[in-house]
T-cell receptor, first 112, second 116 residues
């Protein structure tokens, strides 16, 4: 069915360490995979996205990897900083129904 | 600022009432999406419009309805409100074409609905 599974639901890392969040999707026709960051009480904002024709994309401390065969994609944040604390959502479109399905979110906390 | 506007920012109403939430997409975006986010929950997709036509439906209750007008703004109508409808309602717009999702969604600031 239409489902995007996201793990873990909460993640606490020491400042300076790396954080990894994983998502699995079910529609093999999905071709666009965004990651959104939502700070408390604010709107979700896109931080990085990847299309199905590439396996990895990097933007400074943030990277996303995509494994189309396994139908999963991951967000990697290196050298974490306090301002990285937020809820992160992955998403995948279900092209047959023109929907965007979001994962359940990961609450990332950075310990000083 | 994403360029997507939503009004009102806050809304407090009683059970059984009806409210209308309004969204104006970014200039040039034809697609509008509505999401519901309950406290500490994820983003639940409600409904999507493209250039005035309904394109996709999520788990939208029958008490809820939406429309997109010729000027591309959209309204989400919530009726017979229940306590459980209290949530943050986001709308988002995207430069999507008819065939599929092209790019990112730009979210508005949300409307916080409290049903008492």
């Amino acid at each position: 069915g239409e489902n995007v599974e996201q793990h873990p639901s909460t993640l606490s890392v020491q400042e300076g360490d790396s954080a990894v969040i994983k998502c699995t999707y079910s529609d093999s026709a999905s071709n666009y995979f965004p990651w959104y960051k939502q700070e408390l009480g604010k709107r979700p904002q896109l931080i990085i996205d990847i299309r199905s024709n590439v396996g990895e994309k990097k933007d400074q401390r943030i990277a996303v990897t995509l494994n189309k065969t396994a139908k999963h994609f991951s967000l990697h944040i290196t050298e974490t900083q306090p301002e990285d604390s937020a809820v992160y959502f992955c998403a995948a479109p279900y092209s047959s129904a023109s929907k965007i399905i979001f994962g359940s979110g990961t609450r990332l906390s950075i310990r000083p | 600022d994403s360029g997507v506007t939503q009004t009102p920012k806050h809304l407090i109403t009683a059970t059984g009432q009806r409210v209308t939430l309004r969204c104006s997409p970014r200039s040039g975006d034809l697609s509008v999406y509505w999401y519901q986010q309950s406290l500490d929950q994820g983003l639940q997709f409600l409904i999507q419009y493209y250039n005035g036509e309904e394109r996709a439906k999520g788990n939208i209750l029958e008490r809820f309805s939406a429309q997109q007008f010729p000027d591309l703004h959209s309204e989400l109508n919530l009726s017979s409100l229940e306590l459980g409808d209290s949530a943050l309602y986001f709308c988002a717009s995207s430069p999507r074409d008819r065939e599929g999702v092209k790019g990112e969604q730009y979210f508005g600031p949300g409307t916080r609905l409290t049903v008492t």
